[in-house]
Nanobody
C-alpha cells in the first residue's frame, strides 16, 4: 500500500519561500506521475502542479506559474514543491497525491493522498 507523507509547511511572511516535501513508500514511485493540490478554508481543493514519473514533464496552475516549482528525486521516492514569492492567498493545506494517469488537474484523477501540511503566509 502506497503512503504519502508531506512535510515542510509552516508560517512565512509574504514574499518568502518554503519547500514542501512528499515522501512516498512503494516500489513503483518512479513510474507514476504525482501532483500537488491545496485547500484553503471554505474553498474547494485546487490543483497546483503535476510532474511526470521521470520528472521531465511538469504542468502548473496559472495561479502559481512562475512562482512554484515541482520536482522529484526518484532515488529518494520524494516529490518537492518549491514555493517562492508567497502571498497571503497561498495560505492553505497542501497535499501531494499519486496520479491515476488521467484528469491531471482534477482531484478525482488521483488515488492516493497524503495527510496534508499547513502553509500560512502572513501579510
Amino acid at each position: 500500500q502506497v503512503q504519502l507523507v508531506e512535510s515542510g509547511g509552516g508560517l512565512v511572511q509574504a514574499g518568502g519561500s518554503l519547500r514542501l516535501s512528499c515522501a512516498a513508500s512503494g516500489r513503483t514511485f518512479s513510474s507514476v506521475a504525482m501532483g500537488w493540490f491545496r485547500q484553503a478554508p471554505g474553498k474547494e481543493r485546487e490543483f497546483i502542479a503535476r510532474i511526470s514519473g521521470g520528472g521531465s514533464s511538469t504542468y502548473y496552475a496559472d495561479s502559481v506559474k512562475g512562482r512554484f516549482t515541482i520536482s522529484r528525486d526518484n532515488a529518494k521516492n520524494t516529490v518537492y514543491l518549491q514555493m517562492n514569492s508567497l502571498q497571503p492567498e497561498d495560505t492553505a493545506v497542501y497535499y501531494c497525491a499519486r496520479s491515476r494517469g488521467y484528469l491531471y488537474t482534477e482531484d478525482r484523477g488521483y488515488d492516493v493522498w497524503g495527510q496534508g501540511t499547513q502553509v500560512t503566509v502572513s501579510s
